[in-house]
């Protein structure tokens, strides 16, 4: 499977709301005990795991065109994917798996069924909350987590990391029947299968 985490590059944007794909994908790999390889237009972890080749991909074109990378990506390697993106319409701090739908007004998302010509691949949203006005939403996404939600942020990605592996390793059903739920955001995951450290596969 290859997991797509979506966000914007360079330091200005690392720790803005827009970037929690980024974040999922980097708690991930840390998780797994691999580095991620820069190239031109997108950063690459690979490992071995669940008895298959599992592919972290964070695409470097911005988020407006996350979906030339997706493209180009699939065509180099095809294979299963899940994209991991940040979510207005969703509460902070809750997830929703779905294997299919529209962009819901996420150019990211929206990037990638255009490149790809179809929008039957699961994803996995993270919420950020609205923002107070509906005009605001492109500076909202582009400022940095509050101190208060900064600080539950952790926990959140660690719980994404959670569902990410729930879907390699028990299938889209599963994880979202786990992960679909209402919960607070410091409760600790049910997953009992935390993944032992482990070296690259190159």
Known sequence: MTIFGLGNPTRRYAAT???AGFMVVDTLASRLGCRFR????????????AGGDLVLVKPLLYMNESGIVVRKQLGRKPD????????MALPFGRLRLRPQGSDGGHKGLGSIISHL????????????????????GID???????????????????????????????GLERAMSRFNQSRDMTETS??????PSATETP
């Open 17 to 19: 709301r827009h970037n």
């Open 38 to 49: 820069l190239f031109p237009d997108r950063e690459v972890a690979r490992r071995q795991f």
């Open 80 to 87: 299963e994917l899940l994209v991991v993106c940040d979510d």
């Open 117 to 136: 010509g179809r929008n039957d691949f699961p994803r996995l949203r993270v919420g950020i909350d609205a923002p107070a006005r509906s005009s605001d």
């Open 140 to 170: 909202y996404v582009l400022e940095p987590f509050p101190k208060e939600q900064a600080a539950l942020l952790p926990e959140i990605l660690e719980r994404a990391t959670d569902a990410c592996i729930t879907v390699v390793t028990q």
């Open 190 to 195: 049910d997953v009992s299968d935390r993944v």
